[in-house]
């Protein structure tokens, strides 16, 4: 289909560099938006005098925005285009930004993380859609791959821009504004690049179809790449409807989907994302600038060098082992930070304190780089390989707009957790969930390494989830 992808005949054009650069793009402002709020808390309450309950309303309020924008994303970027879609986010990005940046009153500071949000749940969803649509067949995984990663690289860098500007007054607003010079990056990369081939395609705009996919692809044969995407339309023309997608036959894997989406947040990663600083400022850390720094090596560094194991590994030892041995070492590594502010909480000493302080950070680490290389990417992979081609579409969103509830209600309650019940017995909370995910995934979720998506949905169909699709031995 794509012969001579990466050989000789398969030249990436300059256009194609324009597409890498939108999807890598996308991926890091997704990851920059999750990680920077942690550094400009502080900031913000000193310049707001808010409380926890505001503080978490600041912080939760881009997963409330996200799970908007997946839920419409995948419908935009069908009736607009892809390119549209990611234009939108873009410019979604930057409005955000700089309503957070100049917000002069709480409410506003609200308003802009909203709309920060609608760009991340928007991005997350068209973003990938369009690197997979784009990607030569072998260079696929990669592309995929590479927004994941873009997405932990976000992260750190949010952290190393908390660390640079934590000193500095109003350094919140610095740290929470420069999201907009590369959402205006993203918005001009996006211009130049092109619209995808199999949306054009899927429009009956065959002649500007092949344009662009030879604009893009040069040197490469369109005529069997086209008959095969124009087969795999055919097939999707009769996609389910949303009211077909909670039918009763698709129940197994649509609750292996939201199953994962929803234990990927209530253990936990979200919490330790958004709140690093004051999680580690109340491990014993005493200055903003040794949070941060803790922060940015700690979690943000670990976060994108783990994710790479995902990569390597993801079909060499299957998606099973990874998800069970990624919550042992979350949950364990949970109790240990639960038991260190335990000794915090009762140590007056501050040596005590500085024990139980690194106890947590190596705690920390671990739970990163076991959730990097487990629930983190693997969840998403199993969540898009387990629908058969009819419902994958919107079963996916379905699944992603839970992921995002379930990130709200983690971000926007956690400080009243902790407030509630004390931080060990908070960690102790989501190393139960670990528990709990573990034995889930064990009893309900397959293996789908190795397997062709038509070999998954048989498998379904031999559980008897599926009705056998007529024609299909």
């Given at each position: 289909?794509d012969q001579g992808a990466g050989q000789g005949g398969g030249r990436f054009s300059p256009l ?360 983190g990417p693997v969840v998403w992979t199993v969540i898009n390989e387990i629908f058969p081609g ?84």
């Amino acid at each position: 289909m794509d012969q001579g992808a990466g050989q000789g005949g398969g030249r990436f054009s300059p256009l194609m560099v324009t597409v890498i650069a939108v999807i890598i793009l996308a991926g890091m402002l997704f990851g920059y938006d999750q990680g920077v709020i942690s550094g400009a808390l502080d900031g913000i309450q000193k310049t707001f005098h808010l409380g926890p309950r505001l503080l978490e309303v600041i912080t939760s309020w881009v997963t409330l925005g996200a799970l908007l924008g997946s839920l419409i994303g995948g419908e935009l970027a069908d009736r607009v285009g892809r390119k549209k879609a990611v234009l939108t986010a873009g410019a979604l990005f930057t409005i955000g930004s700089l309503t957070q940046a100049l917000a002069p009153h709480p409410l506003l500071l609200v308003g802009g993380r909203l709309v920060i949000g609608l760009g991340v749940g928007l991005a997350a969803v068209a973003a990938p859609l369009y690197g997979a649509e784009m990607a030569p067949s072998a260079w696929r995984g990669r592309f995929v791959s590479a927004y994941q990663l873009a997405i932990t690289i976000g992260i750190f860098l949010a952290y190393e821009v908390d660390a640079a500007l934590t000193a500095s007054n109003g350094g919140w607003r610095l740290m929470l504004g420069v999201c907009a010079v590369a959402g205006v990056a993203l918005f001009v990369a996006m211009l130049i690049a092109p619209e995808s081939p199999r949306w054009l395609l899927k429009m009956g705009r065959r002649e500007e179809a092949v344009a662009r996919f030879c604009a893009v692809r040069p040197g490469i044969d369109f005529t069997p790449r086209f008959a095969a995407m124009e087969a795999a339309l055919r097939e999707e023309s009769h996609k389910a409807s949303w009211g077909e997608v909670f039918d009763r036959q698709w129940r197994r894997p649509l609750t292996v989907a939201v199953g994962l989406a929803i234990y990927q947040q209530i253990t936990g990663i979200n919490a330790i994302i958004y709140y690093a600083d004051s999680i580690f400022a109340a491990a014993g850390f005493a200055s903003p600038a040794a949070q941060t720094t803790a922060t940015t090596w700690a979690i943000g560094a670990v976060n994108v060098a783990a994710t790479l194991i995902a990569i390597a590994y993801i079909d060499r030892l299957g998606r099973r082992p990874l998800l069970l041995a990624g919550l042992i070492g979350m949950g364990g590594s949970l109790v240990a930070v639960g038991i260190a502010f335990l000794f915090i909480g009762g140590s007056a000493s501050h040596g005590g304190s500085s024990v139980s302080g690194i106890v947590t950070l190596i705690g920390l680490i671990v739970f990163i780089i076991s959730f990097a290389f487990s629930l983190g990417p693997v969840v998403w992979t199993v969540i898009n390989e387990i629908f058969p081609g009819r419902v994958r579409g919107r079963a996916v969103a379905v699944a992603t707009a839970v992921n995002w509830g379930a990130a709200f209600i983690v971000s926007r309650f956690f400080l009243t957790l902790v407030d509630a019940i004390g931080r060990p017995a908070t960690f102790w909370l989501f190393a139960f969930f670990c528990v709990t995910g573990w034995i889930w995934i064990w009893r309900r979720v397959p293996e789908t390494s190795g397997r062709s998506l038509e070999q998954i949905e048989q498998f379904w169909i031999e559980q008897g989830s599926l009705a056998p699709v007529p024609g299909r031995t």
